[in-house]
């Protein structure tokens, strides 16, 4: 039985226990000068698994604690995957930990449910059952003719069977197996179940290039797709075996803020591409003028009213956003308004423009930003506001819980759309 602890990103390091912090020094997660996590993803030791979730997490409001762990991984597999895809990826994802392990066992543990054990398709020459092969009948028997008719007293076919015992079963099903016990919440809501299924099989060799040796022999007579991604993956988790002398799993991503950014981006609907319509520097150099559009503005995401030719600028913020000193730098706040300056440039005709952070966590104190002109008052009322030159911006704060959820299974988060959508109407 695995004991599941739940902990967030960006809590203190102080408040973790001694053994969990000495296994994230030894993997680097963990630095003499650190005062705070920064890291979301799991560390399997033994039988104690440590969860660490985006910060503003909230467990307590959940009671499906296998599906946030599930959830989780299956997010950070999508992120890494989606930036191996991107042709504009600017973020190299080095800061993805065990992405080969990640991806290889999900793959085998989904394939386990979709397809069930590895089985071998053999093909056997049949007499005088089944059916005809009548070239192979006509080539290889003796025929009679009587009269106009020709008959074949002996005829010969094939039929297919399909072995359950093969040595490559016997591998796929303790690999199976050891996953299950580990990490089988990953697909199934009871991995023991799995195990059980898998118990008559008998264990392959207890050579480990004995294995490799299998499955590589075994890779170059099969044919369909399915089953060549099968062995491959086989053949990747037993290498990852091989050469991991360590005694914990470590599957997540250090820093978490990109990964935010495009979990939001991707379950927002009505977006709007227009990066290649935004403003760029125009440098003058010996009299000649340069564009350098390479070094134009980039925003996270826009979207567009679906009726209306209205927008709003939303840039995901991985900031805790409880207070002053925790929200964003003047550079980002200054950054937006030249967002929404930009975007008056490139739809003149448009009604609304608006500016939105979005922070995690369920709910904060923080409502909106304005710019103001600097004074020695103490009090500052809504007139002091410039949002005539400054648009403000709105600040929505998104569980981040329900946000991993959605964007492991595809899913749009239909209250902040309806929330973004308001905005600009």
Known sequence: MINNVFYTDRELISELPIALINIMKANGLVSIDMVKIHYCGIILHKKELAIFLPRGSRVDIYSDSKGISRSLLRSINRYQTSLKNRID???????????????TIISLLDHYKNNGIYVRRVKQNIRNTGTVNWRKTI???????????????????????????SEVSRIHAQII??????????????????????VN???????????LITLKQELGIVYSERDILLIKNLITYLNIQKGDHQDSLIIGIREFHGMWEQMLNNC?????????????????????????PEKGQRTDTIVKHPEKNNYVVVDAKYYAATSIN????????????????????????????????????LSGKI???????????????????????YSPITCIYQDPIELIKNYA????????????IKLCS
């Open 201 to 211: 099989i008998p264990l392959p060799s207890d050579s480990h290039e004995h294995k």
């Open 367 to 389: 409502e909106s930003i304005h710019m103001a002109i600097k004074n020695k008052n103490k009090i500052h009322v809504k007139e002091d506001c410039l949002d005539n030159d």
């Open 268 to 292: 927002l609907r009505n977006k709007e591409k227009m990066n290649h319509r935004l403003m760029a520097p125009l440098f003058k150099i010996s009299g000649e003028y340069y564009l350098a």
């Open 139 to 165: 080539n290889k028997t003796i025929s009679y003719t009587v009269g106009d008719d020709v008959f074949y007293p002996d005829t010969l076919g094939t039929k297919h069977r399909y072995r359950h015992d």
């Open 409 to 420: 299974s595809g899913r749009y988060l239909e209250k902040l759309n309806t929330k973004i």
């Open 177 to 198: 197996r050891d996953l299950c016990d580990q990490v089988g919440w990953v697909t199934f809501d009871e991995p023991s179940i799995v195990e059980q299924e898998l």
């Open 326 to 361: 925790t929200s964003p730098s003047l550079s980002d706040i200054v950054k937006q308004f030249y967002y929404s300056q930009a975007i008056k440039l490139a739809e003149p005709d448009a009604q609304v423009i608006n500016n939105v952070f979005v922070f995690p966590g």
């Open 89 to 103: 990826n600017n973020d190299s994802g080095e800061n993805v930990i065990g992405q080969t392990s990640l991806s």
